[in-house]
């Protein structure tokens, strides 16, 4: 079944705590993203990666790091959390066209 | 970056046709217009795309007039299950992950 996984699904932490939320696909796709969701502000991109070892900054990266040694993974680094990074964060790959798989989201309380 | 405007709520009626419109004045050439759908704490799912004229799958039709600088999503005959956020999105051919500008989407509301 073509998917796209994110573990943590649930993740509370305290401020500066380094952690990674993973997110991995199977569909072979060159292009991933970083998404966080917050009420009234919608979607915004973190970063993406239009291939291996090829990354950029969205809207909102300010916080995360990012890399993308292998094709299907793209891990989500917070290396030092605070709480205004409490929020629902959602992986995403696709092969172009903007048509965008995503993963189930993670919930991520910062304290 | 191409960036959409969008009612930021809809109410329908139970079997009734939805229409939302999307604005994206500074479309590029080579953009695609997307639209995604939303359920509470899942993540988008793709709807319908095009580029020019209209497109229809078995969900949903996508309206585009000749200058692009609008398109309409139409919903034929809602139910209670479409009840969800929707988003309209502006991307290249090649765009894939490129910096794409969700927004807040349009909240539909289907009504019994």
């Known amino acids: 079944e073509a998917q796209v996984t994110q573990n943590p699904r649930y993740l509370i932490t305290v401020t500066g705590k380094k952690l990674t939320v993973t997110c991995s696909q199977n569909?072979?796709?060159?292009?991933m993203s970083w998404y966080r969701q917050d009420p009234g502000l919608g979607l915004r991109q973190i970063y993406y990666?239009?291939?291996?070892?090829?990354?950029d900054k969205g809207d909102v990266p300010e916080g995360y790091k990012v890399s993308r040694k292998e094709k299907r993974n793209f891990p989500l680094i917070l290396e030092s959390p605070s709480p205004n990074q409490t929020s629902l964060y959602f992986c995403?790959?696709?092969?172009?066209?903007?048509?965008?798989?995503f993963g189930p989201g993670t919930r991520l309380t910062v304290t | 970056l191409a960036k959409t405007t969008q009612p930021i709520s809809m109410d329908s009626y139970e079997g009734q046709e939805v229409n939302i419109t999307c604005s994206h004045n500074?479309?590029?050439?080579?953009?695609?217009i997307t639209w995604y759908q939303q359920f509470p704490s899942q993540g988008p799912r793709f709807i319908i795309q095009?580029?020019?004229t209209k497109v229809t799958n078995e969900v949903a039709s996508l309206f585009i007039p000749a200058d692009r600088k609008s398109s309409t999503l139409s919903l034929p005959r809602v139910s209670l299950s479409d009840t969800a956020v929707y988003y309209c999105?502006?991307?290249?051919?090649?765009?894939?992950?490129?910096?794409?500008?969700f927004g807040t989407g349009t909240r539909l509301t289907v009504i019994p």
């Open positions: 995403a790959s696709s092969s172009g066209r903007a048509e965008q798989y």
């Open positions: 569909m072979n796709h060159e292009y």
């Open positions: 990666s239009m291939n291996v070892e090829v990354t």
């Open positions: 500074n479309i590029a050439t080579n953009d695609y």
């Open positions: 095009g580029y020019k």
């Open positions: 999105l502006v991307g290249g051919l090649k765009t894939g992950a490129n910096n794409l500008f």
